[in-house]
């Protein structure tokens, strides 16, 4: 399928699955006056299109009569694209590159949300370089995102990226006296702590350190041999 395929399927599929309420809610957010961008998590060009995402962008651009910002790129990681094992995504986060406008406003988009740790990583990535990230937005989320929200309006207009409260006590309780060694692992490894980690994340974490401690194992010490895996050359 060649690019212009895969945009007019893209199209299809969103006039398809898309409820336009998502751009009244994403309007709430929306700061009149101030410069304000659509970005998505494009790869390369040459490498991957991404059409879903690009398509979804350029009509919430169309809506709110803004610019998708195609300055900035993911940075493909092979291993990390094919593989949709949790541990294998979180230990290689995605890595971007591009120009960022200091003090400009951006809206995220992508096409599915599974674990959050592409939105996370460019929300990091716009804010690092001066920018703010005002809402994000998928046109759709995984079974486990959406497994506790019963209610229709809750799965299609909202679910958490950042941990709740509740996330953070169950990883806390999860780690136990080994949640410091484990933060210093993701510190060392990922660049980042258990403290940066997404909802789905922190709930991955969580249920691997349950069943590592009930294998009489240590938990740090299993995270940061899947770390080193999952970046090994044969994998």
């Not at 998502?22 to 700061?31: A, K, M, N, S």
Request: glycine share 8%.
């Amino acid at each position: 399928m060649d690019e212009q395929e895969a945009i007019r399927a893209a199209r299809q599929i969103i006039d398809e699955i898309h409820d336009e309420r998502i751009f009244d809610l994403i309007g709430e957010y929306v700061r009149f006056g101030r410069t304000t961008k659509v970005l998505a998590p494009i790869k390369i060009p040459g490498v991957n299109t991404n059409a879903l995402s690009m398509v979804y962008a350029q009509a919430t651009a169309n809506i709110f009569g803004y610019e998708v910002e195609d300055r900035v790129f993911q940075i493909t990681s092979e291993k990390r694209d094919r593989k949709i094992d949790p541990m294998l995504r979180l230990a290689l986060p995605p890595v971007f590159a591009g120009e960022i406008e200091a003090g400009a406003d951006y809206i995220l988009i992508d096409d599915v949300f599974t674990t959050g740790g592409t939105l996370a990583g460019l929300r990091g990535y716009v804010h690092r370089h001066g920018g703010n990230v005002i809402v994000c937005s998928t046109l759709a989320a995984g079974t486990r995102v959406t497994r506790e929200a019963t209610r229709y309006d809750k799965r299609q207009m909202g679910v958490a990226l950042a941990p709740t409260n509740a996330r953070v006590r169950d990883l806390r309780n999860a780690l136990g006296d080994e949640y410091h060694a484990v933060d210093s692992v993701f510190c060392e490894g990922l660049k980042y702590g258990l403290q940066q980690l997404t909802e789905q994340e922190a709930r991955f974490v969580s249920n691997q350190a349950r069943t590592i401690r009930t294998c009489g194992e240590s938990v740090s010490d299993w995270f940061a041999g899947k770390i080193l895996a999952a970046r090994s050359p044969e994998i």
